[in-house]
């Protein structure tokens, strides 16, 4: 009988370790696996966020959009061409990742371009231009350049019209430009009734305005969320192509500035970690104001060079692997669109960078040199001083003086 209790109590107590190590197995690949989740995360959106906090530290109060996906792009094309230390410093503020793909036909459109001048066409590494066109699909639009047309002029179809100009002029000393346009036209799982468009109020900066007002009510598809920091609200575009496509609407319950220089990937991920859906028990009803309007991110340069990115910008640059010429980046654009409606939303941005040739040894595109005091020269050979001589009392000008002198 003492033997029958003694294999029990073993059996229970085997058992029990091994549902103990069971939990503790489970909760330790549980840590690993969300911390590196997060890790890779916070990785992968770190230039985003950066970003954002640089463009709102500029633009607070007031209406602005960037595409942190386009400027990414963009500065990819710019990565690959990059070597030394001009390398060390964009993968130090923008780290290299897999940039997903995004495009959807008809409905999400990404494009990039080279748009190379004529006379330079063959100097630019051919390794460096197939890259391009096999990692980045662009295309490679060869021109003289001596007005930005071509390059409007794609800016203009890439974005459905939506952004017809990125650049005024091209220099005198323009070798190459980079660009990528992203342009979206797509339409929301749930349109909002247009009927149901009122006037409301709308409390800005202290004022109170009149705006329309889109009104929706869900039971299906929407989610809204309620934390300490934030509510809003996670809107479905249509599924293209079983994409996954949302708009994220956020109330900060703080300060907006103070909430925007806190984001990061933690938040978003709480963001979803609390989101409730619309159900048939649960109905959210939404008030949301149209909205359109233009940016042009002007302090796009100084932007970049406050959040490190300073060697692209100067003639000591080192893009070798684009061109045995001295290239620097001269030009820096970022222009975005966007028209959120009942129906969906119409939204571009385009990135663009202007490579220009170095004159390292001069200071200004200009150099004035006048022989008007006494002066050495040397006439040499290889390193042989054949003829060396000052001038004190060049030949003097008289009534008698011709200029075109006959043999």
């Excluded at 990039?112 to 490679?140: G, R």
């Amino acid at each position: 009988m003492k033997s029958k209790i003694r294999n029990i109590l073993f059996i229970l107590v085997l058992l029990l370790t091994l549902l103990l190590l069971l939990s503790i197995f489970f909760s330790v690949f549980k840590v690993i696996k969300n911390s590196s989740v997060e890790r890779d995360e916070s990785m992968d959106n770190t230039f985003t966020f950066n970003m954002i906090r640089e463009v709102n530290n500029n633009y607070k109060n007031t209406n602005y959009l960037i595409s942190p996906y386009s400027i990414e792009v963009a500065l990819s094309m710019v990565r690959e061409g990059a070597s030394s230390t001009t390398l060390e410093e964009l993968e130090k503020v923008v780290p290299e990742r897999d940039i997903e793909d995004i495009r959807i036909d008809k409905r999400i459109n990404v494009a990039n371009a080279l748009f190379l001048k004529d006379t330079y066409k063959d100097s630019i590494n051919l390794d460096y231009k197939n890259k391009l066109k096999n990692n980045y699909h662009s295309e490679i639009l060869i021109d003289k350049y001596e007005t930005p047309k071509v390059i409007n002029d794609w800016v203009n179809k890439e974005t459905s019209g939506m952004i017809d100009k990125v650049v005024d002029d091209i220099g005198k000393d323009f070798i190459m430009g980079l660009s990528n346009a992203v342009a979206l036209d797509v339409e929301w799982k749930s349109e909002f009734d247009c009927n149901k468009t009122h006037k409301d109020i709308f409390t800005s900066n202290g004022k109170k305005i009149d705006v329309a007002m889109m009104s929706n009510s869900y039971k299906h598809s929407a989610s809204y969320f309620d934390t300490d920091y934030e509510k809003g609200i996670i809107l479905p575009y249509k599924d293209y192509n079983n994409s996954k496509l949302e708009f994220i609407g956020i109330i900060p319950k703080t300060d907006i500035n103070s909430y925007i220089n806190k984001m990061n990937d933690n938040v978003i991920k709480e963001i979803y970690d609390n989101k409730i859906s619309s159900s048939s028990d649960l109905t959210i009803n939404l008030k949301l104001p149209r909205f359109s309007y233009s940016f042009d991110y002007s302090d796009f340069k100084s932007g970049l060079e406050d959040m490190g990115l300073k060697d692209i910008f100067k003639s000591t640059a080192d893009f070798s692997k684009i061109s045995n010429m001295d290239l620097y980046i001269n030009q820096a654009v970022h222009k975005t669109f966007i028209d959120l409606s009942e129906k969906g939303t119409k939204a571009a941005a385009v990135t663009y960078f202007g490579f220009d040739k170095s004159s390292i040894e001069l200071d200004t595109n200009e150099v004035d040199i006048t022989f008007d005091k006494p002066f050495i020269y040397m006439i040499k050979y290889n390193d042989e001083i054949v003829f060396f001589g000052v001038v004190y009392e060049p030949e003097e000008w008289t009534n008698k003086t011709i200029t075109c002198k006959e043999d």
